[in-house]
């Protein structure tokens, strides 16, 4: 069945704030389901969507769809008022999704958040009138004008949509550079002059602007246990918001005196507010907060739901207060660290050996709550990012409210599911 987003949870669904009620109530909804297991309860997939929207001040949002990976909830978001389009992470990705197929429509509006030497795909696009008209390249650079010049030549092609990336890093004068490495596209004066090289290229169609800034979106200001760490965090984001406002206002302004942008996107789900209050900005890209993986718990200002989820058996029981998990190395992406581990969730009370933590064949956990686990227990766990987790099962087991209880309705899959692994 499709997924309805469109109302948000009565009160009495928001079991999630409350622990000891909310984890059980899903380990009984998937009593007769073997772990390993994935769940996305959907009050708190309502809860996500509609609260994203109230953060982004009517500002639209595009999907971030690597932070999902599911094509039933990219479906079930975009049928939202206030939800537009999809920034992809990789052209055949977005090939597929401006494709459509097995019941879920066409996407018309992808853009494909990083830039591609896919040759086959790029071919694909250039070949296909639809596909060109509902797909958007990114770009930063003349040299990948070049690559797709070389892949297929103007006058043989459809003209490919372009989008341009400004790098929306802070270049400190203390700190040195703060953010990711992306676009090479620092000053406006840059911006404008691969800006012109597309305009005045054939074959191409410069439509849009990006930049996203990591470090304001992507790095949580309110760090557990280390407040001088958050206030400094909280210290770089605000200077950086000045910088960053200033200067894309600059770019994009710059851009758009010789370039008829249809879109200027921006930020993610850690910097809803900020982005959407950039008048250089039109949309803001978003995907993380609904899921809500444990990466947003260490956020000051917003803390989303936990709507998916994952659940391991305990299969062995090493010693008195340990017991083992089968699987749970589901490690996210980004800098090796405790952050990037799988959270245990429930029962609470647990711990991972600090000398093995998750590993890919077990997880042993250890506390006074592993001694009373038995063998056939499950133990919830949350991933630290969002669309990682859809890499590890085939499907979500959707879990409503049905005559007040918790209970699986449906399962969907995920891209894994469909047999798509696209990076």
Same mark, same amino acid.
């Given at each position: 069945?499709?997924?309805?987003?469109?109302?948000?949870?009565?009160?009495?669904?928001?079991?999630?704030?409350?622990?000891?009620?909310?984890?059980?109530?899903?380990?009984?909804?998937?009593?007769?389901?073997?772990?390993?297991l994935a769940v996305l309860h959907l009050p708190a997939l309502r809860h996500n969507t509609h609260d994203m929207l109230r953060r982004a001040g009517g500002k639209p949002i595009r999907v971030a769809s690597k932070s999902v990976r599911v094509r039933s909830v990219l479906d079930a978001v975009l049928a939202l008022p206030g939800y537009h389009g999809v920034l992809a992470y990789t052209l055949p990705e977005a090939l597929w999704l401006a494709e459509g197929s097995d019941g879920h429509p066409?996407? /018309?509006?992808? +853009?494909?958040?990083?830039?591609? *030497?896919?040759? %086959?795909?790029?071919?694909?696009? $250039?070949?296909?009138?639809?596909?060109?008209?509902?797909?958007?390249?990114?770009?930063?650079?003349?040299?990948?004008?070049?690559?797709?010049?070389?892949?297929?030549a103007p006058d043989a092609r459809e003209r490919i949509r372009l989008c341009l990336e400004l790098d929306s890093s802070w270049n400190s004068p203390v700190l040195g550079h703060i953010g990711v490495w992306r676009s090479p596209l620092y000053a406006p004066e840059a911006v404008r002059a691969?800006? /012109?090289?597309? +305009?005045?290229?054939?074959?191409? *169609?410069?439509? %849009?602007?990006?930049?996203?800034? $990591?470090?304001?979106?992507?790095?949580?200001?309110?760090?557990?246990?280390?407040?001088?760490?958050?206030?400094?965090?909280?210290?770089?984001?605000?200077?950086?918001?000045?910088?960053?406002?200033?200067?894309?206002?600059?770019?994009?302004a710059s851009v758009r005196e010789i370039a008829d942008l249809e879109f200027v996107n921006g930020g993610g789900t850690g910097s809803l507010e900020f982005t959407a209050s950039d008048d250089s900005v039109t949309e803001i890209a978003a995907g993380s907060g609904l899921f809500g993986g444990h990466l947003f718990d260490t956020y000051k200002s917003f803390r989303p739901a936990p709507a998916a989820s994952f659940a391991l058996s305990v299969v062995r029981r090493p010693a008195p207060e340990t017991a083992t998990l089968l699987g749970g190395g589901w490690i996210a992406s980004g800098p090796p660290g405790a952050d990037r581990m799988p959270q245990v969730a429930w029962p609470t009370g647990l711990s991972m050996v600090e000398r093995e933590m998750a590993g890919e064949v077990q997880t042993p956990l250890t506390g006074a709550a592993a001694g009373v686990l038995r063998v056939g227990d499950r133990v919830w766990l949350r991933h630290t990012k969002s669309g990682e987790l859809s890499e590890h099962v085939d499907v979500f087991h959707l879990v409503d409210t049905v005559d007040g209880r918790a209970a699986v309705v449906d399962a969907v899959p995920s891209y894994r599911g469909e047999g798509k692994v696209f990076l």
């Open positions: 069945m499709p997924i309805d987003l469109s109302t948000r949870p009565a009160p009495a669904e928001r079991t999630w704030t409350t622990p000891d009620v909310f984890w059980p109530s899903l380990s009984a909804a998937t009593a007769r389901l073997d772990p390993a066409p996407i /018309e509006d992808v +853009v494909v958040g990083y830039p591609t *030497a896919d040759r %086959g795909a790029i071919a694909r696009l $250039a070949a296909s009138p639809e596909l060109a008209a509902r797909v958007t390249l990114m770009v930063d650079s003349v040299a990948q004008l070049d690559f797709i010049d070389a892949v297929v691969v800006a /012109e090289a597309i +305009v005045q290229r054939p074959g191409f *169609a410069l439509v %849009g602007m990006m930049g996203y800034e $990591a470090q304001i979106a992507g790095q949580g200001d309110n760090p557990p246990g280390r407040p001088a760490w958050g206030a400094t965090l909280r210290w770089v984001q605000k200077n950086s918001k000045a910088e960053l406002a200033d200067r894309r206002a600059h770019a994009v």
